[in-house]
């Protein structure tokens, strides 16, 4: 470890074909930012914003909102990117505010995230004000999470527009052109990626929650911990396909869920056509060195026969033979 950080640190994460990769890193807390610059992250690929709301009787207001993103953003400067992702409670995210969600029987399959953001106008809309307030300070991006539909994206991207004109109108300054995007972690998003491509600036991959949904596997229930598995070649088809349609459409594409920081991905993602992955903190180190010994058309073929086995196990055991083979 202290190897890398006297000499490996500063190194770019460039595969030996001469690509460059931009590693960012995925942060909860304001505090984990400098996390990602001591690690020398290309940016905050994923700000989970949670924790805003923990430990609140009523929500957060629009400047606890703000002075949280301009912490980050004021610790990243001004040239690194920071993937600013709306409130996705629910499920395995609890709020505990007041304001409790009801019970559910399929909680996961319920009123969580954005659905309830669309739900709760008035609270959605004070998250993008300090969103868009923060956008001049450096390079902001907003990010919805659990899109399901065309219109779900689309319900969101109005109420950005009324907030943007309500900024207008009042003088407060906001970059105009504050890049969109939207986490594809439900399967219907995964199948309709080529229509919301043309809908927004980029894709961030939620693994976490793609494969729950794609193998019908609850991620935190230990009685399918077996069949929850991102190796499962169902998943790498959906990827796959995802990354196809943001490259056709050309906009950004990146995976934030755990499997980018698992090594035994990085060689099938970059093969598959990510440029961009978004990994824990302390990930970065292991993932970028890997990312340096990777010949990007050697991980094209490897990606491409993974796509064609039968098992999840297969996929495992070949994924593992090639990690071996540039080791
Ligand atoms: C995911 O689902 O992959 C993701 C990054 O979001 P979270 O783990 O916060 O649900
Ligand atoms: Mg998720």
Request: glycine residues 6%; aromatic residues 6%.
């Amino acid at each position: 470890q202290s190897g890398y950080w006297l000499a490996e640190r500063d190194l770019p994460a460039v595969t030996l074909d001469g690509t460059r990769i931009e590693l960012m890193g995925n942060i909860e807390f304001p505090s984990e930012a400098a996390h990602c610059i001591d690690r020398n992250a290309d940016g905050v690929g994923l700000y989970r914003t949670e924790f805003l709301f923990a430990g609140h009787d009523t929500d957060p207001s629009e400047e606890e909102h703000y002075q949280a993103y301009v912490h980050v953003v004021q610790t990243l400067g001004p040239n690194k990117p920071v993937v600013i992702r709306t409130l996705d409670h629910g499920a395995d995210k609890f709020p505990n505010h007041a304001e409790k969600i009801s019970e559910e029987r399929n909680p996961f399959l319920g009123l969580r995230s954005v659905r309830l953001c669309l739900r709760n106008l008035p609270m959605f809309k004070k998250q993008m004000r300090a969103i868009l307030r923060a956008s001049v300070q450096g390079d902001i991006r907003i990010m919805f999470p659990m899109v399901g539909t065309l219109l779900e994206l689309r319900q969101c991207k109005m109420l950005l527009a009324e907030v943007r004109e309500d900024l207008l109108e009042e003088g407060i300054p906001f970059k105009k052109d504050m890049p969109v995007g939207t986490m594809i972690e439900v399967p219907s998003a995964a199948i309709m990626a080529d229509k919301l491509a043309k809908e927004v600036d980029f894709f961030s991959l939620g693994t976490n929650d793609l494969v729950q949904y794609t193998l019908a596997a609850d991620r935190t229930n230990e009685n399918v911990a077996g069949l929850y598995n991102p190796a499962d070649p169902a998943v790498l088809r959906l990827i796959d396909s995802v990354v196809r349609a943001a490259r056709t459409n050309n906009i950004g594409a990146t995976v934030c869920g755990e499997m980018s920081g698992d090594p035994l991905f990085t060689q099938w993602l970059l093969g598959t056509g990510l440029r961009q992955l978004s990994v824990s903190p302390q990930n970065i180190p292991e993932i970028k060195k890997l990312i340096r010994r990777i010949n990007l058309s050697d991980a094209e073929a490897m990606a491409e026969k993974a796509l064609q086995l039968d098992t999840a196990r297969d996929v495992t055991n070949y994924l593992r033979e090639q990690k071996r083979r540039i080791q």
